[in-house]
């Protein structure tokens, strides 16, 4: 069992930034694809962004694609989620994934979760 922990959420106003990083509770990072999805009140958890185990490749849903990027510290064994030119519908609880692949994260079937942490972003 892996548990993922996040931090760095918080409130920024709109085209502010916010930096989000996920550890694990042992040394394993570096053998999953990871991702980061969120959930907004009211709707259904949703995948932001994703990096594969060989760092070769990353993705990006459309919405904020150009804003946010996902990088590992393998020397760390941490992921990154920066967040950039923030706009207030990226308020939502964001969840750090872990999975055998990234197209398992694309679709919200992760192996394992960290407990969330919330982005709130102002007008």
């Known amino acids: 069992q892996v548990q993922l922990v996040e931090s760095g959420g918080g409130l920024a106003q709109a085209g502010g930034s916010l930096s989000l990083s996920c550890a694990a509770s042992k040394r394993t990072l570096s053998t999953y694809a990871m991702g980061w999805l969120r959930q907004a009140p009211g709707k259904e958890r949703e995948f932001v962004a994703a990096i594969t185990r060989s760092d070769f490749d990353t993705k990006y849903a459309d919405s904020v694609k150009g804003r946010f990027t996902a990088s590992r510290d393998k020397a760390r064994d941490t992921v990154t989620l920066q967040m950039s030119n923030l706009k207030p519908e990226d308020t939502a609880v964001y969840y750090c994934?872990?999975?055998?692949?990234?197209?398992?994260?694309?679709?919200?079937?992760?192996?394992?979760w960290g407990q969330g942490t919330q982005v709130t972003v102002s007008s």
């Open positions: 994934a872990a999975a055998m692949n990234i197209e398992r994260l694309l679709t919200g079937a992760a192996a394992f």
